[in-house]
């Protein structure tokens, strides 16, 4: 008759009895749970839930504190407002299973069955407000609803749940060994999203899973995928690429969305690394799209621990171009594997522990674009200075790509971490490699002779400043990098280009052209630009000076008319080495012995330069 006898409660929310009946909470396993037991206290002594949570809470029993605690904090997840059950097993065992409690543990973990949150009859949900524990507050009993088997594999994930949550380890689905309940529950949440192919959003709050019509879903995909893992996740990533509009197509990013954020940021931890290996892995195998600069160090990350990685990803390691590792593998000289797109398009992948041991053998040099950044050098002056201190290198040049190196390299490395330390304000001037080349020393024989320094330690003083280990970044002494650049302006022929050398002689570019055409004026070539450029120099243009003399400057020397010398010495035997009519060049250029032969057998023998007698008597002899 203890029904019949209502708890002494003053007014609502203030608890200042006790309970007439009150049973112990079920500890045998299953074990009840907390939410169940004290629906049940609350049945039994005829008052609401809350009412017998606050008594509860009053006498500090465990399993108050349960469901308090899990309102506040997320150490352990509950539902708490919704009551999910298996019909069966609570008309079996007449009380409130933990297990039901758990998020997710979506299944029964005693009968298999999914556990259901509706009334049979009215389809209200059934709540921890309803008045009674084993009836609908539509009068139904809850026994009635009807309920169906579950998947293996969701029964398989409820097990594992209900162990995590109840601080135990189940032999099954190890990949959650070590994860947290609420670990747990985002890693399904995620999953679900993955495999549902539906957009990833971050769980903010395990209640989202509270209603069975959605966590069922979420259950079943996630359960399928981590009965199968690595495969369903990588084919799930495979089917949600294939289903991607196709503006997206090609962009790690635009695909997966945040989905792909979230693998870097809300699973960033070390006990979720099992998912970034899987995603590197689907992407040296299937990822046929490019890979942004800005995924790359998130990538190179996955790839060190990809079996296969494709082309791109072996170039960056090998650091070289994926031309040249395309062309390595034509050439047979890395082994490589072939797989097949989505779209049927065949790629290449190269085996990761292959690219590991042979890394120093099958890397050639540096790229110019990747030794300027290890070594702090611009790029532009790099492009000509390499050639000039290394002739090993193999450059665009003389065919193919560069390939600097590696000695050398790690050389201009090695000495730049070996440098002094900078420490206090030097007594005198000092200035930046980096700085030198661009402004100082702009001249590449002066830049190659400041790297020349370097190398040999001889004739420099340099140091490096604290946090800063490249050569592009030591300092040097002012006052060398003056000395250096007043002796490249001194010594060393000066390029002169060929329009330049065609304004210091005052003919139109075309004759000069027809000059080095015709080999009367040499001329080098500098590789080290993108185009190979012909420049002559002064001591060229010197020889050239007293080999030849232009018809022009002859009529000029001796106040004729250029027609009236050419007639002159045509006369006389003299021809033109280049002319109109010799070569095709505007101006007639003579030889210079044979002019000076010429007038000596007009005026004597004594006259062989053509000095100001000589003009007097080409004036008499006219
Ligand atoms: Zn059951
Ligand atoms: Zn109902």
Redesign the pocket.
């Known amino acids: 008759m203890q029904h019949s006898v209502s708890p002494v409660i003053a007014e609502e929310g203030a608890v200042v009895g006790c309970f007439l009946v009150r049973p112990p909470r079920k500890i045998e396993v299953p074990l009840e749970g907390a939410c169940g037991y004290i629906m049940r206290l609350a049945d039994e002594n005829r008052v609401g839930f809350v009412d017998a949570l606050k008594l509860e809470l009053a006498l500090g029993t465990p399993a108050a504190w349960e469901v308090f605690k899990s309102q506040l904090d997320a150490a352990r997840p509950r539902l708490t407002r919704i009551a999910r059950y298996c019909p069966q097993c609570l008309a079996t065992r007449g009380y409130w299973l933990d297990a039901w409690e758990v998020p997710l543990a979506d299944a029964c973990t005693e009968c298999g069955r999914w556990l259901v949150d509706t009334?049979g009859?009215?389809a209200?949900r059934v709540t921890w407000r309803r008045r009674s524990l084993l009836h609908?507050?539509?009068g139904?009993s809850l026994l009635a609803a009807p309920s169906v088997d579950a998947p293996p594999s969701a029964i398989a994930l409820s097990r594992k749940l209900v162990a995590r949550a109840q601080g135990r380890d189940a032999p099954i689905f190890s990949l959650l060994d070590g994860l947290s309940l609420n670990q747990c529950l985002h890693l399904c949440q995620f999953l679900a999203a993955v495999a549902g192919r539906t957009a990833y959003r971050k769980l903010r709050s395990v209640s989202e899973l509270e209603q069975l019509d959605w966590s069922w879903n979420v259950a079943t995909l996630a359960a399928a995928v981590l009965e199968d893992w690595p495969n369903a996740f990588i084919q799930s990533l495979q089917a949600w690429n294939a289903h991607a509009p196709e503006v997206l197509r090609g962009s790690l990013i635009r695909v997966f969305g945040r989905a792909y954020y979230a693998l870097h940021a809300d699973f960033q931890g070390p006990e979720f690394e099992f998912m970034r290996v899987a995603f590197g892995s689907y992407v040296a195998q299937y990822w046929t799209g490019s890979i942004a600069k800005r995924n790359r160090a998130v990538l190179s990350e996955l790839s060190e621990s990809m079996a296969w990685v494709p082309v791109a990803v072996a170039a960056r390691r090998l650091r070289l171009t994926a031309k040249q590792v395309r062309s390595m593998v034509n050439k047979g000289e890395i082994p490589s594997e072939s797989r097949l797109s989505q779209k049927g398009r065949r790629f290449i992948v190269i085996n990761s522990q292959y690219l590991r041991d042979n890394a120093s053998r099958l890397r050639p040099g540096y790229t110019l674009q990747h030794a300027s950044r290890v070594l702090s050098l611009p790029e532009s002056r790099m492009r000509h200075l390499v050639p000039m201190l290394c002739p090993e290198v193999q450059s665009p040049v003389n065919g193919g790509t560069w390939a600097i190196p590696v000695a050398w390299v790690e050389k201009l490395k090695e000495l730049a971490v070996a440098a002094p330390l900078l420490t206090g304000k030097p007594p005198f001037r000092l200035c930046m490699v980096q700085t030198a080349l661009r402004t100082k020393l702009t001249k590449n024989a002066a830049a190659a002779e400041m790297l020349r320094g370097l190398v040999s330690g001889r004739g420099l003083r340099y140091w490096r400043t604290k946090g800063n280990s490249t050569v592009g970044k030591l300092c040097l002494a002012w006052e060398d990098v003056c000395t250096l650049e007043r002796s490249a302006a001194s010594a060393g022929p000066t390029a002169i280009s060929l329009p330049n050398a065609a304004r210091k002689f005052g003919v139109k570019d075309e004759v000069i052209y027809a000059l080095v055409r015709l080999g009367l004026l040499r001329v080098d070539v500098d590789r080290g630009r993108q185009r190979p450029t012909q420049y002559t120099t002064d001591r060229w243009i010197d020889l050239f000076r007293a080999e030849y003399v232009l018809g022009r400057d002859l009529a000029n020397h001796f106040g004729r008319s250029p027609r009236y010398m050419a007639a002159w010495l045509a006369r006389n035997g003299v021809s033109a080495v280049a002319g109109p009519d010799a070569g095709g060049c505007r101006q007639l250029v003579y030889r210079r012995g044979a002019v000076a032969v010429a007038l000596g057998d007009v005026f004597g023998p004594g006259c062989t330069s053509l000095d100001t007698r000589v003009e007097d008597a080409i004036g008499e002899g006219s």
């Open positions: 009334c009859s009215c209200g609908c507050d539509c139904i």
